[in-house]
C-alpha cells in the first residue's frame, strides 16, 4: 500500500504562514482524489480540504476558504496544504489521505475506513 508521509509537528505564531507537504512512497497517487484532515483535542476529525487526481477541482470547508489552499504536484507524487493567517483555532493534528477513485467526492463522502491515510502531523498556532 501506498504510504503518505507528513512532517513532523511544528510550532507557528498567530497570523502567520505554514505549508504541509504529504509525500507518497511506495507507489503513486496521480489517479486518486486527496483531502486534508484535523482533529483538535476533544473534538472529532474534520475535513478541511479536497483536490482531485488532476487538480483542477477542490472543495473548502468554510473554516478553511479564504486562508488553506490545497494543490498537488503530480509530478513529485505529493500534496500540499498551504494555511494563511493562521489562528489559534487551527491548532490540531493534520491527516492527509488518499481516495480510490479520482474526484472529491470520494474524499468528501468517504467513510474513514475507505481512506488511506498519513500518521498525522501537530500544528500547534501560539496567540
Known amino acids: 500500500q501506498v504510504q503518505l508521509v507528513e512532517p513532523g509537528g511544528t510550532l507557528v505564531q498567530a497570523g502567520g504562514f505554514l505549508r504541509l507537504p504529504c509525500p507518497a512512497s511506495?507507489?503513486?497517487?496521480?489517479?486518486?482524489?486527496m483531502g486534508w484532515f484535523r482533529q483538535a483535542a476533544g473534538k472529532e476529525r474534520e475535513l478541511v480540504a479536497a483536490?482531485?487526481?488532476?487538480?483542477?477541482?477542490?472543495y473548502y470547508s468554510d473554516s478553511a476558504k479564504g486562508r488553506f489552499a490545497i494543490s498537488r504536484d503530480n509530478a513529485k507524487n505529493t500534496m500540499y496544504l498551504a494555511m494563511n493567517n493562521l489562528k489559534p483555532e487551527d491548532t490540531a493534528t493534520y491527516y492527509c489521505a488518499a481516495s480510490r477513485t479520482r474526484e472529491t467526492t470520494a474524499i468528501v463522502q468517504a467513510s474513514p475506513n475507505s481512506l488511506n491515510w498519513g500518521q498525522g502531523t501537530q500544528v500547534t498556532v501560539s496567540s
Open positions: 511506495g507507489g503513486n497517487l496521480r489517479t486518486n482524489a
Open positions: 483536490i482531485n487526481w488532476s487538480g483542477h477541482n477542490t
